[in-house]
């Protein structure tokens, strides 16, 4: 694990565990989704598996509009639509954050390997 703040975590019946991690930097922020189990090892063909994106500081106004956050600080406000349930899967996020034109870094590694997406240019 990191230095995030657990804000998600599920493990089913059948042994699949997840969890989300928000951890908050001095440029930005950083949301990380491990998953491990069998669905893990069905989907990625490895026991477990960590996406991870990154939000820059000058994203978090054009994030704060696009997810209607209160007036909290940012990292609160994700915290609660993830511990709230409202969102349960780090996909889910990256949806609105592609919706509404908030650049992300995008990387996932695990076993067998990793890969990296830099912040899509959504004025090209």
Known sequence: MSDG???FETCTKL???RTIELEVKSNGIIMR???SGPDTELIYGEPSHTQMITIALSEMDQLRSALDLGDGPVENELA????AGQKEWLSELQDLLERFNVRYT???FGDSGGAFRP???YNA
């Open 5 to 7: 703040q657990c804000i």
């Open 15 to 17: 042994g699949e565990k």
């Open 33 to 35: 989704e491990h998953t």
């Open 80 to 83: 609660h639509i993830f511990k």
């Open 106 to 108: 995008y990387a996932a």
């Open 119 to 121: 912040p899509l240019d």
